[in-house]
């Protein structure tokens, strides 16, 4: 069955960065666009991220514009968000989602 499981999730400061992953299985992952989405307390979830199958079209929020890269590497089933400049208001838990299907999420907490 699909599977998808973020890792990379941390406490970070503001200003500082990171690199999320989500690993999939279950599918023909080089066939599929794939998302980042995010779901911060008392909001709803929001797409952050899409990445076409092939990484020749990206899209992102106007929130992470200039600030967060998709990719990903098909011969590894995984794609990433690489996430600079981190502010507060981007604490949230981090979901992949490919296939109509939702990874179990990853938080990301940016505080001094």
């Given at each position: 069955q699909v599977r998808l499981v973020e890792s990379g999730g941390g406490l970070v400061q503001p200003g500082g960065s990171l690199k999320l992953?989500?690993?999939?299985?279950?599918?023909?992952?080089?066939d599929y666009s794939?998302?980042?989405?995010?779901?911060?307390p008392g909001k709803e979830r929001e797409m952050v991220a899409e990445i076409t199958h092939n990484g020749g079209w990206t899209s992102y929020a106007d929130s992470v514009k200039g600030r967060f890269t998709i990719s990903r590497e098909n011969v590894?089933?995984?794609?990433?968000?690489?996430?600079?400049?981190?502010?507060?208001?981007?604490?949230?838990?981090?979901?992949?989602s490919g296939l109509g299907n939702w990874g179990q999420g990853t938080q990301v907490t940016v505080s001094t």
């Open positions: 992953s989500c690993a999939a299985s279950g599918f023909t992952f080089s794939m998302n980042w989405y995010r779901q911060a590894k089933n995984t794609v990433y968000l690489q996430m600079n400049a981190l502010r507060p208001e981007d604490t949230a838990v981090y979901y992949c």
